[in-house]
């Protein structure tokens, strides 16, 4: 059974720094691009990075690119994202994803949630 | 100005066939393949259509996909209660390098 659980998220000031990391089982984790997605609660998806099977090609959007960093680890299974210079508008539910669109599997993690306050 | 722009929302009685309609530009839906998904509140999208409008396995011949142009559209046929969700378009854009949503679309069953 393919399995994605996120971990890492909580509540950071804004201008801190917090590092997401997902954990996948039950797929050659080594094969496929992966990604993470947010969406605030109530809003639209939102794309935010990808990572190359092998770690050597990333892709950000733009209002995350220079405060974001996306890497894997595939010894680990472990993607993960580091978020720095957080703001209120990042305050959202994260998931980590397989998608379609790169590969032959669509799996989403259960999402957690990165909330930016004072 | 969103990237890919769907309705807010969509509604048909049991039965009826609904379309989500998903419009973009020549560097995204011009070019590249498209991907719906479904989204019921509180759980994680799942795959609808890949490719424009290829089914992954379970999921119901009712639902189908097209492209034309720098559109694309989600079909239901055979509305039922089961299929009231958000429904987001999907689509890898040239310009800006990224993966890029559409602004969703909620459909109700009346």
């Known amino acids: 059974e393919v399995q994605l659980v996120e971990s890492g998220g909580g509540l950071v000031q804004p201008g801190g720094s917090l590092r997401l990391s997902c954990v996948a089982s039950g797929f050659t984790f080594s094969n496929y691009w992966m990604h993470w997605v947010r969406q605030v609660p109530g809003e639209g998806l939102v794309w935010v990075s990808r990572i190359k099977s092998d770690g050597s090609r990333t892709n950000y959007a733009d209002f995350v690119k220079g405060r974001f960093t996306i890497s894997r680890d595939n010894a680990k299974n472990t993607l993960y994202l580091q978020m720095n210079s957080l703001r209120g508008d990042d305050t959202a539910f994260y998931y980590c994803?397989?998608?379609?669109?790169?590969?032959?599997?669509?799996?989403w993690g259960q999402g957690i949630l990165v909330t930016v306050s004072s | 100005q969103p990237v890919l722009t769907q309705p807010p929302s969509a509604s048909g009685t049991p039965g009826q066939r609904v379309t989500v309609s998903c419009s973009g530009s020549s560097s995204n839906i011009g070019t590249n393949d498209v991907y719906w998904y479904r989204q019921l509140p509180g759980t994680a999208p799942k795959l609808l259509i890949y490719r424009n409008n290829e089914r992954p396995s379970g999921v119901p011949d009712r639902l189908s996909g097209s492209k034309s142009g720098t559109s694309a559209s989600l079909a239901i046929s055979g509305l039922r209660s089961e299929d009231e969700a958000d429904y987001f378009c999907?689509?890898?854009?040239?310009?800006?390098?990224?993966?890029?949503f559409g602004t969703g679309t909620k459909v109700t069953a009346l």
């Open positions: 994803a397989t998608l379609r669109g790169t590969g032959d599997l669509d799996y």
């Open positions: 999907l689509v890898w854009d040239d310009s800006l390098s990224g993966y890029v």
